[in-house]
């Protein structure tokens, strides 16, 4: 086990305390059989002093334990829930530090209730592993939740944008051209460009950019198109210039080493999109949006050629100033992916400001059939097969919750991926219909919008007559029965 220096004086402190308390001694007398004063005891077993080799050994020899027993890092049945603790890795894989919790006072606290704390504990690592979570799969929760408790507004990182902008004197009206931070990567940073192909390396096919940081050189994938090569740049450009240290070294996630590569992989993509869609212009283009009095796809479309970015930038970019721009707090945004010509709609990400509880996709089960994205899916294929597809396909819905009743206007761009050219992508955003849409959205009420009645997952619709249905309602039937059953014993009662 390889353990830091402050958990091992914490783990030495237990089993001092833990001795102390079987041979039921007080402070005074354990200090009187030791010669250690009561004051060094009490900052032993908090986990603040490691007392020295002539120290441990008068320690073992009043509390009648040997010398390798007390310095053992293997703890008593007492104390087993500690020792879980540490062999589980929990500590060094939970990006404490982040949320501003000590580690240590995890184990204070077990110690203080080791039975409830421990079985809270067991309890998280169990689900984990029954649900094979990842610790990956962890940290991409963990920065979720935290995007969703910040809005996915990030100020400072939208300053470090407008910062650039100042200090290359660019206008946040001109767009960044692949030329521009081609020559700006390896002018100010020495990082060179380079291309692979999918013949070179084929188990690279579907990986967008690999950074080499031996030869310090951006590989790009040759199959990406010029809107994917230009934010993949920016990103780079990002790393160097919010000095993030840890980052990983591929577009994609192959391997995930640490908490802070993943939060720092998210800040430089935030901070390339915030330089590809500055905030000031982007506020002003969706006020005209918003302002039109009837559903104008085309105006979407408009901006993606405007700030030559991919569906998925331009929607996430929105999400950013939502709440702090136009006061629309309640929203959610799903990505799928989807093979052509199959149904295997895969959610790839998705982020909740709205009630998580009722808005929410669970990937055990089958997707409600008549959520949007699937449509736009199976219309983006069917597009490719008659070979008249030329640019992302832009929908609108209203779409009211039948579980809930919650009303929510629905927009989703759906497009074939460049290197996987077998898969579609398909990204939304969904506002729910409250007087904050209403007073900015002025099209929210627009006759010619389809209004659909959606649920959640097949497994869970109460929407018996439906004809889009793929599977049966086992959990909801499951749930009527368990309703019964307690009701049924109520009146016995």
């Known amino acids: 086990m390889n353990l830091s220096p402050d958990i091992i004086k914490l783990v030495f402190g237990l089993k001092v305390n833990q001795y102390r308390h079987d041979k039921s001694l007080s402070f005074a007398e354990l200090s009187k059989k030791s010669g250690l004063s009561a004051s060094y005891l009490n900052e032993i077993e908090k986990g603040k002093k490691y007392p020295k080799t002539d120290k441990i050994m008068q320690l073992a020899d009043a509390l009648e334990v040997t010398y390798d027993e007390l310095v053992s890092l293997k703890l008593g049945n007492q104390l087993g829930s500690v020792s879980d603790l540490i062999t589980s890795n929990f500590l060094s894989e939970v990006p404490f530090d982040f949320f501003g919790i000590d580690p240590k006072s995890l184990l204070e606290m077990l110690v203080n209730a080791p039975a409830k704390v421990s079985a809270f504990i067991r309890t998280v690592v169990g689900i984990g592993r029954n649900y094979n979570l990842s610790v990956e799969q962890f940290y991409f929760a963990v920065l979720r939740s935290y995007q ?13 944008a407008e910062s650039f902008f100042n200090e290359y004197k660019v206008n946040e009206s001109v767009t960044f051209d692949e030329f521009f931070l081609t020559n700006l990567l390896a002018d100010k940073y020495g990082v060179s460009i380079d291309f692979y192909s999918e013949e070179e390396h084929p188990n690279l096919s579907n990986i967008r950019s690999i950074f080499q940081r031996e030869k310090n050189t951006l590989m790009l994938n040759s199959k990406t198109s010029s809107k994917q090569r230009v934010f993949t740049i920016l990103r780079e450009i990002g790393f160097l210039y919010l000095n993030l240290k840890e980052r990983p070294i591929t577009s994609s996630w192959v391997e995930v080493n640490s908490f802070d590569e993943v939060l720092n992989n998210f800040k430089a993509s935030y901070f390339a999109g915030s330089v590809l869609i500055p905030r000031s212009v982007l506020k002003e283009e969706m006020h005209h949006f918003f302002s039109q009095p009837t559903w104008q796809p085309d105006l979407v479309n408009q901006m993606l050629d405007k700030f030559a970015v991919t569906p998925e930038t331009l929607l996430h970019r929105m999400s950013n100033i939502l709440n702090e721009q136009f006061g629309i707090s309640d929203f959610y945004f799903f990505r799928f992916e989807a093979t052509r010509g199959k149904k ?20 055990s089960e089958h997707y409600c059939r008549r959520w949007l994205a699937f449509k736009t899916i199976d219309d983006v294929d069917f597009q490719l097969k008659k070979d008249t597809y030329s640019k992302p396909i832009v929908g609108v819905q209203r779409s009211t919750y039948h579980s809930s009743g919650r009303n929510f206007l629905l927009i989703t761009m759906s497009r074939p991926l460049n290197i996987q050219s077998n898969k579609i992508e398909s990204v939304s955003v969904g506002f729910e219909i409250n007087d904050a849409l209403k007073n900015k959205v002025s099209f929210h009420n627009d006759s010619a919008i389809p209004n659909r009645i959606v649920n959640h997952t097949c497994e869970r619709c109460g929407i018996f007559d439906c004809q889009d249905r793929v599977a049966a309602p086992i959990l909801l039937q499951k749930e009527r029965h368990l309703r019964n059953m307690k009701a049924a014993i109520a009146e016995l009662g």
């Open 148 to 160: 969703e408790l910040h809005q996915n507004a990030f100020p400072d990182l939208e300053k470090a």
């Open 344 to 363: 295997d709609f895969r959610l790839t990400k998705e982020m909740h400001m709205s009630d998580r509880k009722d808005i929410y996709a669970n990937q």
